[in-house]
């Protein structure tokens, strides 16, 4: 069965430093999609990343970078030099294509705060 | 803005009541999902359907139902509202694949439902 976990509950940091969120996914299927959605106070979802399971390779926009490796089963998501701005509850998850669903199974969140 | 409207924003309900609850997907998108976001479940898949028809199903109770109509929008019907359902529906929507693959869902702000 599918599953995802984000350890992490809940972490507070001080502005300007690196944060890891740490997502760890199971599934016995070759093909799969691993997403992470940022959920602001404010409520709504928010599309950050998409990535199949064939591309490993690493990926940075901006401040963000994320980080896969099929090997553990992992999909760490990484901030440097937070800003208040990106505090939010931030979501791993993950899609299979099985049987024509593309649903999402989504780990429990991480809520982020990141003080002035 | 992800393009996905949900109405209406908020709704406070009774206890034995049915509710109807409203998603445009976003222009183009063939998919529509919905997920009920509550303290205790975290973000739960409920339902997905494609171009008018019902691709998969999650832990949608039987009280619960939906449908996509032609023109694709996509209604949430909810009845015999008990206080447990009360919670932040999401309307997802994804150009759609067939299954082929997991596209990248885009989330509407949500519908927060009370259920006094």
């Known amino acids: 069965a599918q599953k995802v976990t984000q350890a992490q509950t809940e972490i507070s940091v001080v502005e300007k430093e690196d944060v890891t969120l740490d997502c760890v996914y199971e599934t016995r299927d070759t093909t799969y999609y691993l997403f992470w959605y940022k959920q602001p106070p404010s409520g709504e979802l928010v599309f950050l990343i998409r990535r199949n399971s064939f591309d490993e390779q690493n990926e940075i926009s901006g401040r963000y970078s994320w980080n896969f490796q099929k090997s553990t089963s992992s999909f760490n998501f990484t901030i440097t030099a937070s800003q208040v701005v990106d505090s939010a509850v931030y979501f791993c998850a993950l899609g299979e294509s099985q049987g024509g669903s593309e649903k999402l199974v989504f780990g429990k969140g991480m809520k982020l705060t990141v003080n002035p | 803005d992800s393009g996905v409207t949900q109405t209406p924003k908020h709704l406070i309900t009774a206890t034995g009541q049915r509710v109807t609850l409203r998603c445009s997907p976003r222009s183009g998108d063939l998919s529509v999902y919905w997920y009920q976001q509550s303290l205790d479940q975290g973000l739960q898949f409920l339902i997905q359907?494609?171009?008018?028809?019902?691709?998969a199903k999650g832990n949608i109770l039987e009280r619960f139902s939906a449908q996509q109509f032609p023109d694709l929008h996509s209604e949430l019907n909810l009845s015999s509202l008990e206080l447990g359902d009360s919670a932040l529906y999401f309307c997802?929507?994804?150009?759609?694949?067939?299954?082929?693959?997991?596209?990248?869902?885009?989330f509407g702000p949500g519908t927060r439902l009370t259920v006094l």
């Open positions: 997802a929507s994804s150009v759609g694949s067939g299954g082929a693959s997991t596209d990248t869902q885009y």
């Open positions: 359907y494609y171009n008018g028809e019902e691709r």
